[in-house]
C-alpha cells in the first residue's frame, strides 16, 4: 500500500474545478508513476478557419498559433503554397527569411533559457537572459514594425524589405549578443547546483526519440541528428555555414547546452545573411497570383523542432484543406518517458525541458497515485523546484568559487 | 535513389501500390490499398528508416482521405502515404501499435473527421470538449454548428 | 477616500489567467517584470493565488473548454477586483471568432474594468493601462466624495 506525503497543501484556490489540466502528475511519495496529458484548452479550430480564407491572409492566422515562434508557421505555411504552384521565389527573399527565422530562434531559446531559470530557481538567469532578449525584440520592431508577430511571410515572398543601414545596427546587435551567449554556456558548464538539477535528470533516450518522433532540440539532444534545415534544405539554408547541434545522453543539461550553443549558430547564420543581402538584390516578391490545383507539403525547423504545414487546393484561392502541425504535438508525448520515474521536485523543470508553451507547464495537478486526491498544483511544483535547488546550494557552498545568484 | 525506393514498393507490395505521382524530387506522393497501409506505413518506418512527420485526414467529396506523411530525412524527401475510404463510414486499421508516434493524430482524425481507426489503444478526445456532441464531426465539409455549438456569428 | 480602494491602487498584485493564448501576451506580461520595465519596482507583481489578487489579467479568448470554469475562477477573486482584458483575442477574440470551438470575448463572461488592445500588446501599453485605469478608478471614487 503506498503511502502519500502531502508536501504542499493545495491553497483555498482549487485548479481542479477551474482551470483545464495540461498535465497531471500521479505520485508516490515523491516519485512520479504516471503522467496524463489533455490538450484542447488552448483548441481555436484554425484549420477549419484557413479554409474560410485565402492564401494570402493564411499566413496572418496562423502566425498566432503560437508567439513564441510565431514566424515558424508562417513559414511553413506560404512555403506549402509555393510548393503546390511549383513556384522559386528570390533569392533576396529566401535571405530575409532565414534571417527572420534565426533571429526567432535566437529570443526562442533566449526567453526558454530564462524560464529554464525561473523554474530551476536561479531567477537571476530568468533577468539576464530576457535582459539579453531585448535587444532581438528591438530589432525585429526596427526591421519589421513588431516586436511579436511580424507578418514578414507572404505566398512568393516577403511582404517588407531590409536597408542597408538596418542591416548595419543587426549586425552590431548580434555581436552584442555572443559573449553573454558564451556566458550563459560557461555558467551551465561550471556551475555546480545547476549540474546536479540537470544532468542524468529527465532523460530520454534515443530509441525514445525515434519510437515517438520527437524533434528540434528534444531530439538532438537524446543524439537524433535530425534537423529540417540540413535534411530538407530550404530558404537560404544552403548557402550558409553553420554546424547542428546534437548531445548523446538526452538529459536536462542536454537541452540546456544544445539550445544555447544553437544561439551562436544562429548568429552566424544571420551574420551571414546580413553580409548577403548587402548584394543580393534581385526583388523580394515573386509576386504569386495563381495557386493551382494540387497539393503541397512546408516544413521549417522551428526552434521547438519541425513545423509542417500541408495544403491542398482546389484552384480557387481558398484552401481546400490546410493542416498544421507543430512540434510540440510531437515532443509532448515524450514527457511521459522523460518525467516517470524522477522525483515530484524535478517534474516543473523535465516539463519544461521539451520548450512547450508557458501556460502549458502553469496547468499542472500533482494527484497521489493511491488515493487520486490532487496534493499540489503547478505553482506548488514551482515552489518544490526551488527548494531543491536551494538545498542543494547549501551543499555545495563550500565548492563553490563564485556564487552565482 | 529516388527510382531505388519506388521500386522497392513494388517489389515488395505489389498491387498494393495504386498509383505513385512524384510531384517533384522532393515530394512523392504513393496511393495505397488502405487494407495494406498497416505494413506499408511499418516498412516505411522499420525497413526505410522514416520518420512519422504528422497525417492529415480531408474530407472530399468521393471520399474521406487520409495523408501519412513520412520523412526520408536522408535523402531529403517526403513519402506521402495516401488512402481513401468510404464517405460514409471512413474505417481503417490503427497503425499506433506500429509507429507509436501516430497515436495522437489518429485520436485527433477520429474526433474531428470521424474515422474509425481500428485496434487504437486510446480513442479519447485529443482536442474537443469531453461534452462535444456525439457524431459531430467539426472537420466535415458539411459540418454545421447548430444548437449550443453555434457561435451565433453566421 | 475608500481605504479599500486606497489600498486597492497602491503596489497592485496581479493573477495571470491564461484562457485560450497564442502566448505572446502571457510573454509580455512576464516581460514587464524583467529589467527593461521592471513593474516590481512599482510594487506590482504576480502573485501565485487568486484570492490575494487585486487585479486579474486575462489573455486569450474564452472557448467551450474553459468559458465557465473561469467565470468560477474569477468569481473567487476577492473584491474589489479589476479585470483586465489583455490582447486582442479577450477583447475581441480577434480572427477566431468563427471558431467551432465557440471562442466569445472575455466580457461576454465577466464584467471588464479594462481592455489592452494589441497583438500582442507592448509591456508600455500595458504598463500604461494599468496605470489609467487605477487613475480612473480613483477620479470616479473621489467624485464620489
Known sequence: MARSKTIIPIGPYHPLQEEPEFFKLHVEGERVVELEIELGYNHRGIEKLAEDLSYDQVPFLVERICGICSSSHPFAGVMATEDVAGVEIPERAKYIRTFIGELERIHSHLLWLGLAGHFLGYNTVWMWAWKYREPVLDLFELLTGNRNHYGMMKPGGVRRDFADEDLAQAVKVLDSLVKPTMMFRDVALSDPVLQARTKHIGVLSKQDCIELGALGPTARASGVPIDVRKDHPYAAYDRVDFDIVTATNGDIFDKVVVRVLEILESIKICKQCCQKLLTVKDGIDANLTDIPPGEGVGTHEAPRGEVIHYIRSDGTNRPVRYKIRAPSFMNVPTNKRAVVGYTVSDATITLAAIDPCYCCTERTVVFDAATGKALMTGKDLLALSHEKTRNLREKYSSRMDKIWI | ?154 | MNLKLKALTKSLWVFHLAASPCNNCDIEILDALTPRFDLERFGIQLVGSIRHADAILVTGSMNRKSSERLKRVIGQAPKPCFVIAVGNCSCSTEMFGKSYNETKPLDSVVPVDAYIVGCPPKPEAMIQAVAALVEAKLAAARKQG
Open chain 2, 1 to 154: 535513389m529516388a527510382d531505388e525506393v519506388i521500386q522497392g514498393f513494388r517489389e515488395r507490395f505489389g498491387s498494393a501500390i495504386l498509383e505513385v505521382h512524384e510531384k517533384s524530387p522532393r515530394r512523392t506522393f504513393i496511393a495505397v490499398d488502405p487494407k495494406r497501409l498497416p505494413d506499408i506505413a511499418e516498412y516505411c518506418y522499420k525497413e526505410l528508416g522514416c520518420r512519422f512527420s504528422i497525417a492529415t485526414g480531408t474530407h472530399l467529396t468521393g471520399g474521406v482521405e487520409i495523408l501519412y506523411h513520412f520523412a526520408l530525412d536522408r535523402a531529403h524527401r517526403f513519402l506521402n502515404l495516401r488512402v481513401v475510404l468510404d464517405l460514409e463510414k471512413p474505417s481503417i486499421e490503427s497503425i499506433a501499435a506500429r509507429v507509436p508516434a501516430a497515436e495522437w493524430v489518429e485520436r485527433e482524425m477520429h474526433e474531428l473527421l470521424g474515422i474509425e481507426f481500428k485496434h487504437h489503444p486510446d480513442m479519447r478526445h485529443l482536442l474537443l470538449a469531453d461534452d462535444w456532441p456525439d457524431g459531430s464531426y467539426p472537420l466535415r465539409r458539411d459540418w454545421k454548428a447548430g444548437g449550443d455549438g453555434d457561435n451565433g456569428k453566421k
